[in-house]
């Protein structure tokens, strides 16, 4: 089993899920259990409940509140304190979903995070499934992809997912931004 931990997963032309059109998905935890990820290039939302009923106001360009899927969950955050982080996702990069980690990053005003409304998830073997059928494409996330703004994410992502292909299937080195340059 190929495990996407730590991946972007972006969605392909198969992708008929309306949820999932055009999205890119951070993978968070992987197993044989089946997976969960947050979508990177969701509706950026102003403000979130918390807990008991507080409504933080987050300092302005200090945290995005992205909605990371159709399941509805716990405010979560992607991150770079280790000290508050659960999983590790990829170098330098952390997720929390436990509130008293998330509201520490709020109360610090962390820069880069970005807050999570909701999540996507699969069951066992459905992720690898759909992968196999063209539905989502798997590309290394980066740090700096993580936190980029997530306007053009996805064109930027399948772009490097079809050079990565074409790296795969052709053994080639380098792929140009435009291979009718090549």
Partial sequence: MDCFHGQFL?????????????TVVLVVGHSSRGAFGVVMNGTVRQSARLGQGNTPRFPRGKAR????????????????????????????????RKEK????????AERPCKLFAGYAGW???????????????????????????????????SREASRLQLRLLFNIKHVPADPLLN
């Fill in 10 to 22: 972006v969605a392909g032309s198969r992708q008929l899920d309306p949820n999932f059109a055009r």
């Fill in 65 to 96: 509140l992205f909605l990371g899927g159709p399941v509805t969950g716990p405010l979560m955050a992607v991150h770079t304190r280790a000290e508050f982080g659960e999983w590790r996702l990829v170098p330098g990069v952390f997720f929390s």
């Fill in 101 to 108: 980690n998330v509201l520490a990053l709020l109360r610090r």
């Fill in 123 to 157: 069951g066992p073997g459905q992720l690898e499934q759909e992968v196999q059928q063209g539905t989502w494409r798997v590309v290394p996330a980066t740090p700096a992809q993580i936190f980029a703004g997530s306007g053009d994410l996805w064109q930027q992502l």
